[in-house]
C-alpha cells in the first residue's frame, strides 16, 4: 500500500465512521478498486478506526471529561456512573463475539463486495424505517437505559460485518427502540471507544513487534491515520448536527445505491 492509497483511504475511513454508512464497507470498497486487498486489511482497518475514536474524543471532550469526573470523584451513585454502567452493558455483546468469534469476524473482511453489498442494503432499511418511526413519535422518545444498551450493544456486535454501519445500526436500533435522536447519537459515539481503543492496544503489541510494520509500511500507517484523524474530527461533528435535523433518509439512499454497486461489482 503506497502512502497516496492510505491517504485516500484514511480520508475514506475519517469521513464515513460517524455518518451512518459504514467505513468498513466502504473500506473495503476502495482497497478492492484500489487493488490493496490483502492480509494487511484488518491491520490497516484498525489503525484507522483508532483514529477515528481519538478524534471522537476531541469532539466529545467534555462529554467525556464529565463522566470520568463523575464516575472517579465521588463514591456515591449519580447520574455519570448510571451512564458509565450503561456503556459497560452495552459492550458485553461485541466483547462475547470479540473473545470466542474473532477469526470467523476477521474472516469477513477481504472476502469480496458481495456481503458488503448486502450490508448496506440492509443498512439502508434500517435507516429509512427508524426516520419514518422517529418522525411519528414526533420527539416522544425517551433517554437510554439499561434495557436499550443491551439492545444497541446486540446491534453493534452484528455490525462487525464490513458494510454493515456500526453507527447506523446503533442509532436506528435505539430509535426503534423509543430513544430520543439525540441521546442514542450520543450514546453510539461513546460506546466504541473501548472495544477500539482495546483493540488498538492488541494490534499495538503486534506493531511493536514488527510483523505488522513490515507487511503494511511505517509510511502508510502514518499517513492512514492522520488522514483518518482530521476527517474524522469534521465527520463527527457533521453527523451530530445531521441527525438533530432528522435526514437520515439521505443516507438510506445513499446506502442502497453504494450496496447495489458493490452487489454487482461482487457478482462480475
Known sequence: MSWWEALFLGIVQGLTEFLPVSSSGHLEIG???????????????????????????????????????????????????????????????????????????????????????????????????????????????????????IIIGLAQAVAVLPGLSRSGTTIATGLLCGVKKESVTKFSFLMVLIPILGEALLELLDILSGEVVSELGFVPMVVGFLAAFVSGCLACKFMINVVRRQKLIYFSIYCLCVGIFAIVYGLC
Open 31 to 149: 482497497q478492492e478498486l484500489l487493488g490493496t486487498a490483502g492480509e494487511e486489511n484488518l491491520t490497516f482497518a484498525i489503525v484507522v478506526h483508532t483514529a477515528t475514536v481519538l478524534s471522537t474524543l476531541v469532539i466529545l471532550w467534555k462529554e467525556v471529561a464529565q463522566l470520568f469526573k463523575g464516575t472517579f470523584t465521588t463514591v456515591k451513585w449519580n447520574e455519570d456512573k448510571n451512564y458509565v454502567g450503561m456503556i459497560l452493558v452495552s459492550m458485553i455483546p461485541v466483547f462475547v463475539v470479540g473473545l470466542f468469534f474473532k477469526e470467523q469476524v476477521e474472516a469477513f473482511f477481504g472476502s469480496g463486495l458481495l456481503l458488503v453489498g448486502i450490508c448496506l442494503c440492509v443498512t439502508a432499511i434500517l435507516l429509512y424505517f427508524s426516520e419514518w418511526l422517529s418522525k411519528r413519535r414526533a420527539g416522544l422518545g425517551h433517554e437510554v437505559g439499561y434495557k436499550d444498551a
